[in-house]
T-cell receptor
Framework: AQKITQTQPGMFVQEKEAVTLDCTYD???????LFWYKQPSSGEMIFLIY??????QNATEGRYSLNFQKARKSANLVISASQLGDSAMYFC????????????FGAGTILRVKS | DGGITQSPKYLFRKEGQNVTLSCEQN?????MYWYRQDPGQGLRLIYY???????QKGDIAEGYSVSREKKESFPLTVTSAQKNPTAFYLC??????????????FGPGTRLLVL
């Protein structure tokens, strides 16, 4: 079974608008972490934001925030005030305490920001 | 500047040839990782190392080998046993310790093509 599911292969958003990228996950571990990475066309993976399973508050980093719904096992990334430079592939990933340092990635969502 | 370097940026492999991808980090991280990315897909873990002189197989280790003789270096060899090596290869590192909050940081990647 897929551990990380990103159901949106591609998304469009108008510049300056907000956009939500979906991520659902599957784990029986009580202690886990969720990560979002951005991959521009250059290929490098850029870390954006982290949410721990025990964190009570939703994570925020500048224009990025995470809508964490633990009971639904979802960790959606919200990008506010989209910019043209936000056009990239976005990956959701999970680390489970049971599996140490291993990260499991979803298939990704391509985001295109329109001017 | 601290970071992760990968070389070469592009690599061409002939049939039956072994090739080695370089990964160096100056972040003083204990843990290092190799991932493979196929077009339109997420990252899959090939090998990882949590400490010098020790490494473990990831999900798709067949046809690959690694060594970890120095803390800063984690080279990946793609052997002739890997029948479909064309992919984008990403190296990552993290501080080590295995806590769920620990973030992996990535290099710029190497694109491997078969002639």
């Amino acid at each position: 079974a897929q551990k990380i599911t990103q159901t949106q292969p591609g998304m469009f958003v108008q510049e300056k608008e907000a956009v939500t990228l979906d991520c659902t996950y599957d784990t029986s571990d009580q202690s886990y972490g969720l990560f979002w990475y951005k991959q521009p066309s250059s290929g490098e993976m850029i870390f954006l934001i982290y949410q721990g399973s025990y964190d009570e508050q939703n994570a925020t980093e500048g224009r990025y925030s995470l809508n964490f719904q633990k009971a639904r096992k979802s960790a959606n990334l919200v990008i506010s005030a989209s910019q043209l430079g936000d056009s990239a592939m976005y990956f959701c990933a999970m680390r489970e305490r049971e599996y140490g340092n291993k990260l499991v990635f979803g298939a990704g969502t391509i985001l295109r920001v329109k001017s | 500047d601290g970071g992760i370097t990968q070389s070469p940026k592009y690599l061409f492999r002939k049939e039956g040839q072994n090739v080695t991808l370089s990964c160096e980090q100056n972040l003083n991280h204990d843990a290092m990782y190799w991932y493979r990315q196929d077009p339109g897909q997420g990252l899959r873990l090939i090998y990882y190392s949590q400490i010098v002189n020790d490494f473990q197989k990831g999900d798709i280790a067949e046809g690959y080998s690694v060594s970890r003789e120095k803390k800063e270096s984690f080279p990946l060899t793609v052997t002739s046993a890997q029948k479909n090596p064309t992919a984008f290869y990403l190296c990552a590192s993290s501080p080590g310790g295995g806590i769920t909050r620990e973030t992996q940081y990535f290099g710029p990647g190497t694109r491997l093509l078969v002639l």
